[in-house]
T-cell receptor, first 114, second 117 residues
Framework: AQKITQTQPGMFVQEKEAVTLDCTYD???????LFWYKQPSSGEMIFLIY??????QNATEGRYSLNFQKARKSANLVISASQLGDSAMYFC???????????FGTGTRLKVLA | GAVVSQHPSRVICKSGTSVKIECRSL??????MFWYRQFPKQSLMLMAT?????????EQGVEKDKFLINHASLTLSTLTVTSAHPEDSSFYIC?????????????FGQGTRLTVV
């Protein structure tokens, strides 16, 4: 069965510092997609970054980068130069091939300190 | 990115009544919509997948008769919580996709916070 594991329920980071949010996954599929979403207190899910299983380069989107280590089945999110507005819940997700369903991890609550 | 609108954002209803939540794709035709439920401080759990013009596929443990899903058009899916009880209180969120967008990120509605009193 496919599974996403986020082992950090909560993280603190000082403003302007970088932070890494961990995500490991388990799948027997060869083709899959990995995503990170941000969920602020208002509840909406904001797409941050995507990594395809066949992508050789790590994905980057502005201050977000995804450290993809396929052999270790990890897809950690790195946020550089943290801002107060980055305080939110962060979910790692995997899209199943074929069904296109998303499986979410349990999330990491990030708090950026001034 | 694509816009998915969910309505209402908050609803309070009495036990025993039914509540309908709408999920609309505003700028693309959504052949597939997903409905999730999220308890406080927990992850999103997929409830069902709805494809336009066909019956929804429910995840294991989700009561079909309790959570009625209709996807009658390419831009609208509805989730009706029937005979609501306090334990149905939760955050419900939809996401929409299309054949052209299945390989892109999912676009989510803003979510609906349901409180049953």
């Amino acid at each position: 069965a496919q599974k996403i594991t986020q082992t950090q329920p909560g993280m603190f980071v000082q403003e302007k510092e970088a932070v890494t949010l961990d995500c490991t996954y388990d799948t027997s599929d060869q083709s899959y997609g990995l995503f990170w979403y941000k969920q602020p207190s208002s509840g909406e899910m904001i797409f941050l970054i995507y990594q395809g299983s066949y992508d050789e380069q790590n994905a980057t989107e502005g201050r977000y980068s995804l450290n993809f280590q396929k052999a270790r089945k990890s897809a950690n999110l790195v946020i550089s130069a943290s801002q107060l507005g980055d305080s939110a819940m962060y979910f790692c997700a995997m899209r199943e091939s074929g069904t296109y369903k998303y499986i979410f991890g349990t999330g990491t609550r990030l708090k950026v300190l001034a | 990115g694509a816009v998915v609108s969910q309505h209402p954002s908050r609803v309070i209803c009495k036990s025993g009544t039914s509540v309908k939540i709408e999920c609309r794709s505003l700028d693309f035709q959504a052949t597939t919509m997903f409905w999730y439920r999220q308890f406080p401080k927990q992850s999103l759990m997929l409830m069902a997948t709805s494809n336009e013009g066909s019956k929804a596929t429910y995840e294991q443990g989700v009561e079909k008769d309790k959570f009625l899903i209709n996807h009658a058009s390419l831009t609208l899916s509805t989730l009706t919580v029937t005979s609501a009880h306090p334990e149905d209180s939760s955050f419900y969120i939809c996401s929409a996709s299309s054949l052209e967008r299945l390989n892109t990120e999912a676009f989510f509605g803003q979510g609906t916070r349901l409180t049953v009193v």
